[in-house]
């Protein structure tokens, strides 16, 4: 430091502390940006990090995501007649969205303005606000939205941005009141407020940045008549510490003049960005049933719909080693509630329902590789890889939050909801009860060796904590899902093909059919829940007949005598199908499907469920069994290299292995957008 005052110094050295601070602050936004499930697409775009810049025009709109973790008070009150009072703490992790534009001034004094709106998690407890209840009633207070309009002043220097804002806040209230009845009493309810708060931006690429903020909000008071003439009052203030990442749109970078992309040089391949928007409607003409129960698909007619956002934040961050996040935004219902079908029609369809978007960590893990040398082989970019070259004689390790079916069970032509086939018999092996919370994730280890005709995958799954439950057993080992495949590689008249043979072995705290079926005045299988084991196995195959035709199988079975924990109600299943492009009518980028799926269950489910007893998603009451029979066929027209629209059909037979029931003609669109 010779030359340098010390005082000078001292502000070089804390602008490098300060840069290697936001530099972690953007994989941390990397790590917590919230904004639709994991789909693999080879063909997904990449933004890639460019080299830090060390000058940047702030003028312009922006757009972005944040996440972090929101919460406050409340002081509530509730007259039934007599009033009933309690102060509340609340709190979780919260993701959304923002919005922009900014003006910088010559002397760096920066004038913005910004919308945004955030959501609570998809753990349904972080959203309660408060609960009070009386003799009469119980109500809960719940928030479903938190969003603010605000002004944003700030001094920008270089890459560097600090600010402090603030504006109108505005928040979306749900007040549900169940009654000794057993019915509930529902209002909806928005409030307004203020914001204040402040934060410090860093573009660490020409058209990137990230940022650390935080925000103090106060609402106005709030205060709801029921019917049953039941008084609700809440105050409530928020706050939250997020971290953000923005997009700028259009401007320049100064020094190169305006450009609508980053100017060429500038890209690197340590961590690629990748974003997709989803948006499938389903819905039936009224069908023939004779009765219904609890799990029933509705005989009425009827039309629902999710929504999905989601982007895939890969970064490579040493040699070999690569961290994975995908934050999502879920909103919708599936049809009837996501039950009634085993073989159910929207692999979009959650056995969570939300009204309004809520944030999820949907993948969050770390992956390290260790090349063997020899041949390599070129990895496309897709949302769960990061384009590059490898050893294809390689150990992969994983560890995380994840989805199994993410690294098992592999097929091109059959494996994403998103993409291809939605019902669940088609993407996935229906008796593979993989281990999932409500939205399909958990947390495990594997580890795949790869070889130029085969590989080989294990690993280790943390089972929910009892059936279709969003806690996980955490006797880690003890209770837990194991799962091996061995994938084979072949060649079939000068076309590649494909062979999965898959096991699996579930230990977890779960009910008998059969135990429960001793006891047929209570029919209650939580009342048989022990540690047992259940296991199956699964065959899967892929064949490319042309360039532009493949075919596709699967066979799966599981012994069939306890209760399912995650996935659905299937015991036996097989599937088949093919997959044609339309490069033959001049549409290289469209898709035809056509796949069939039947599905069985053992004698001891089936005699539980036609006891009347209830499963994860069937259960009419009474059962006239039969194989559950499915057609799926689709088509999906690229709109862009962007934007595809799905039309696709279904035809269910026997819904719910039901010959009383059905046969249902299911209909739906699909919207998808990426980048």
């Given at each position: 430091m010779t030359g340098i005052p010390p005082n000078r110094s001292e502000q070089i050295q804390t602008a490098q502390a300060l840069k290697r601070v936001t530099c972690a602050l953007a994989g941390l936004a990397a790590s917590l940006l919230a904004q639709n499930g994991f789909a693999q697409a080879a063909d997904f775009p990449v933004i890639r990090k460019a080299r830090p810049v060390t000058a940047i025009d702030w003028s312009g709109f922006y757009v972005g995501g944040h996440a972090g973790f929101g919460g406050g008070r409340s002081a509530a009150t509730l007259f039934d007649p007599a009033p009933a009072s309690g102060r509340h703490v609340f709190g979780g992790l919260i993701g959304g969205i923002q919005a922009g534009y900014n003006v910088r001034l010559p002397s760096g004094l920066l004038l913005g303005a910004e919308a945004d709106v955030s959501f609570p998690n998809a753990i349904e407890s972080n959203s309660f606000i408060s609960k009070l209840a009386t003799a009469r009633s119980g109500i809960t207070h719940q928030w479903d939205f938190i969003g603010t309009a605000r002004a944003r002043f700030g001094y920008a220097a270089g890459p560097w941005l600090a600010y402090a804002t603030g504006g109108l806040a505005f928040t979306g209230d749900r007040y549900l009141n169940d009654l000794p009845s057993g019915d509930q009493e529902k209002k909806l309810d928005a409030r307004f407020g203020w914001v204040a708060g402040a934060g410090i931006e860093y573009a660490f690429a020409p058209y990137w940045s990230a940022r650390l903020e935080y925000l103090h909000y106060q609402f106005e008071g709030a205060s709801v008549q029921f019917p049953s003439a039941a008084q609700y009052a809440a105050t409530m203030n928020f706050q939250s510490i997020r971290v953000g990442l923005n997009r700028r749109l259009g401007g320049s970078v100064i020094g190169t003049g305006p450009t609508a992309e980053p100017p060429a040089g500038l890209e690197s391949d340590r961590w690629e960005v990748h974003g997709q928007t989803v948006y499938l409607g389903q819905g039936y003409p009224s069908f023939r049933a004779p009765y219904s129960g609890p799990n029933s698909l509705s005989p009425a007619a009827q039309y629902q719909a999710t929504w999905s956002n989601a982007l895939f934040l890969n970064a490579r961050v040493w040699d070999g080693g690569e961290v994975y996040y995908n934050p999502e935004l879920l909103q919708g219902f599936g049809l009837s509630d996501t039950v009634g079908v085993a073989g159910f029609p929207s692999g979009e369809a959650q056995k969570s329902n939300f009204p309004y978007p809520r944030y999820n960590t949907s993948r969050l893990f770390v992956r390290q590789t260790f090349g063997f040398g020899g041949e390599q082989e070129d990895l496309a970019t897709d949302p769960g890889q990061i384009a590059g070259k490898a050893d294809i004689s390689r150990l992969t390790l994983q560890a995380g939050k994840m989805a199994v079916i993410d690294l098992f069970d592999g097929n091109v032509y059959a494996k994403d909801t998103r993409t291809d086939f939605m019902n669940w018999s088609l993407w996935a092996p229906g008796a593979f009860d993989y281990a999932a919370d409500r939205l399909g994730l958990t947390y495990g280890v594997t580890a795949e060796l790869n070889q130029k005709q085969w590989a080989l995958r294990g690993g280790y799954f943390l089972m929910n904590s009892q059936s279709?439950?969003?806690?996980?057993?955490?006797?880690?080992?003890?209770?837990?899902?194991?799962?091996?495949?061995?994938?084979?590689?072949?060649?079939?008249?000068?076309?590649?093909?494909?062979?999965?043979?898959?096991?699996?072995?579930?230990?977890?705290?779960?009910?008998?059919?059969?135990?429960?079926?001793?006891?047929?005045?209570?029919?209650?299988?939580?009342?048989?829940?022990?540690?047992?084991?259940?296991?199956?196995?699964?065959?899967?195959?892929?064949?490319?007949?042309?360039?532009?035709?493949?075919?596709?199988?699967?066979?799966?079975?599981?012994?069939?005598?306890?209760?399912?924990?995650?996935?659905?109600?299937?015991?036996?299943?097989?599937?088949?199908?093919?997959?044609?492009?339309?490069?033959?009518?001049?549409?290289?980028?469209?898709?035809?499907?056509?796949?069939?799926?039947i599905n069985a269950l053992s004698r001891d489910h089936r005699d539980f469920i036609a006891a009347g007893g209830l499963s994860v998603l069937i259960g009419d009451g009474r059962l006239n069994y039969r194989r559950e029979r499915i057609l799926e066929t689709y088509y999906a027209f690229a709109l862009n290299r962007w934007v595809t629209l799905t039309a696709d059909y279904q035809f269910i037979t026997n819904p719910g292995y039901n010959a009383d029931r059905g046969p249902v003609h299911v209909f739906s669109g699909r919207l998808r957008g990426e980048f």
């Open positions: 279709n439950a969003d806690s996980f057993d955490t006797q880690v080992f003890r209770r837990g899902e194991y799962v091996l495949e061995l994938e084979t590689r072949f060649s079939l008249f000068g076309q590649p093909g494909r062979l999965r043979s898959l096991g699996w072995l579930n230990s977890a705290f779960m009910g008998s059919y059969r135990e429960a079926l001793n006891d047929p005045a209570n029919l209650d299988i939580s009342r048989t829940r022990m540690g047992r084991i259940k296991y199956g196995y699964a065959f899967n195959v892929e064949q490319a007949v042309t360039d532009d035709i493949g075919l596709f199988g699967r066979w799966s079975w599981n012994d069939g005598k306890t209760e399912i924990m995650a996935f659905t109600d299937i015991d036996a299943s097989l599937s088949l199908g093919a997959s044609i492009k339309g490069t033959r009518w001049g549409r290289p980028e469209d898709t035809i499907g056509l796949g069939g799926a």
